[in-house]
T-cell receptor, first 108, second 112 residues
Framework: GQSLEQPSEVTAVEGAIVQINCTYQ??????LSWYQQHDGGAPTFLSY????GLEETGRFSSFLSRSDSYGYLLLQELQMKDSASYFC?????????FGSGTKLNVKP | DVKVTQSSRYLVKRTGEKVFLECVQD?????MFWYRQDPGLGLRLIYF???????EKGDIPEGYSVSREKKERFSLILESASTNQTSMYLC???????????FGPGTRLTVT
């Protein structure tokens, strides 16, 4: 089976850097994804890590360490619009297994 | 622009009713998914389809069935709705060889 753990809530200040962690237990997987979901909105894809290391996309970066069963999403230069829920998801055999999500509150 | 649409944003049904949730994508994607989202539980996969008329169970298929007669359309069926099926239902699609899922706006279903 697959299980993923994320902190339920994180608060940070506008302009700061925040890291959202995701630890997982799995018998095998192809990669780790991150999705953003604003209140009342649909999840939108942010990133995918197939290999260990850091993937950077603008202000967002995602990291994977298979040896540590751990990944994180790094958000830099936080903006108010980054207030949302963030989900990590393992990809394996055509299926995605989601964590319970981290609600990020960005304060002015 | 990529688009996944769902038939209703809000739906209220009575216990025991048969419920149909429709999802349509315009991206010619092979793969389509149905999730339910509940507070504190994230998204849980109900069923997915990798081709027309093909389906596989997800983590929580009990009480649900699906139909995919055309590539662009994937339907979720609640055979006999129960109150514990009150939830947000999200449809998604994904192209073969891609890791990016595109989600619809969701249907908030209330079963009374």
């Amino acid at each position: 089976g697959q299980s993923l753990e994320q902190p339920s809530e994180v608060t940070a200040v506008e302009g700061a850097i925040v890291q959202i962690n995701c630890t997982y237990q799995t018998s095998g997987f192809y990669g780790l994804s991150w999705y953003q979901q604003h209140d009342g909105g649909a999840p939108t894809f942010l990133s995918y890590n197939a290999l260990d290391g850091l993937e950077e996309t603008g202000r967002f970066s995602s990291f994977l360490s298979r040896s540590d069963s751990y990944g994180y999403l790094l958000l830099q230069e936080l903006q108010m619009k980054d207030s949302a829920s963030y989900f990590c998801a393992l990809y394996n055999f055509n299926k995605f297994y989601f964590g319970s999500g981290t609600k990020l509150n960005v304060k002015p | 622009d990529v688009k996944v649409t769902q038939s209703s944003r809000y739906l209220v049904k009575r216990t025991g009713e048969k419920v149909f949730l429709e999802c349509v994508q315009d991206m010619d994607h092979e793969n389509m998914f149905w999730y339910r989202q509940d507070p504190g539980l994230g998204l849980r996969l109900i069923y997915f389809s990798y081709d027309v008329k093909m389906k596989e169970k997800g983590d929580i298929p009990e009480g649900y069935s699906v139909s995919r007669e055309k590539k662009e359309r994937f339907s979720l069926i609640l055979e006999s709705a129960s109150t514990n099926q009150t939830s947000m239902y999200l449809c998604a699609s994904r192209a073969g060889g891609s890791y990016e899922q595109y989600f619809g706006p969701g249907t908030r279903l209330t079963v009374t």
